[in-house]
């Protein structure tokens, strides 16, 4: 079946520990995005990348990093840097621009 | 002015009514809207996507968009126990990114 798929699940960190979350898609789409979601703030971009070996950043980038090195994979880094990175994390993918996003199940990261 | 609003509920409804969930929006250049349903602990998946103003109809869902007025609805007929979810509108002007509502949880009770 094609999908997205993110691990882990559930992640828990410690104030200062760098954390990756992975994400993983076979729909063979060009375009893929990170998102976190906060209780009553919808969907933030965090970043996005339209080919292999390129991205921009999104609405809210401080404190996070990414890869792209093949069309399949878009692992996000989550730094000391980020002052509040206790979340819900969301990879999508989608064949251009368009508005029809294919997400991922999701990954909810804890900071203790 | 947020450039997407959204009531986020809850809101509960007895099994069998109509819903109506709304969302207005300030970016006259957007012409892609969707909506989006998320149950708890999952990613959203898409429900409707609709270009420009109209409607669109499939199922028991139906989407309405008025780009005169800035508002978007979408429709839940016979609503069941199932549809118990956040509903989020989306929406986007042409190669452009995504803009999210923050979401209406919606509980259908038995």
């Known amino acids: ?112 | 002015q947020k450039e997407v609003e959204q009531d986020p509920g809850p809101l509960s409804v007895p099994e069998g009514a109509i819903v109506s969930l709304n969302c207005t929006y300030s970016n006259s250049a957007f012409q892609y809207f969707m909506w989006y349903r998320q149950y708890s602990r999952k990613g959203p998946e898409l429900l409707m996507y609709t270009y420009s103003s109209g409607n669109k109809e499939d199922g028991r869902f139906t989407a309405q968009v008025d780009k005169s007025s800035k508002y978007i609805s979408l429709f839940i007929r016979d609503s069941q126990p199932s549809d118990s979810a956040t509903y989020l509108c989306a929406m986007n002007s042409p190669y452009d990114k995504v803009i999210f509502g923050p979401g209406t949880s919606l509980s259908v009770i038995p």
């Open chain 1, 1 to 112: 079946d094609g999908g997205i798929t993110q691990s882990p699940k559930y992640l828990f960190r410690k104030e200062g520990q760098n954390v990756t979350l992975s994400c993983e898609q076979n729909l063979n789409h060009d375009a893929m995005y990170w998102y976190r979601q906060d209780p009553g703030q919808g969907l933030r971009l965090i970043y996005y990348s339209q080919i292999v070996n390129d991205f921009q950043k999104g609405d809210i980038a401080e404190g996070y990093s990414v890869s792209r090195e093949k069309k399949e994979s878009f692992p996000l880094t989550v730094t000391s840097a980020q002052k509040n990175p206790t979340a819900f994390y969301l990879c999508a993918s989608s064949r251009g621009w368009t508005g029809e996003l294919f997400f991922g199940e999701g990954s909810r990261l804890t900071v203790l």
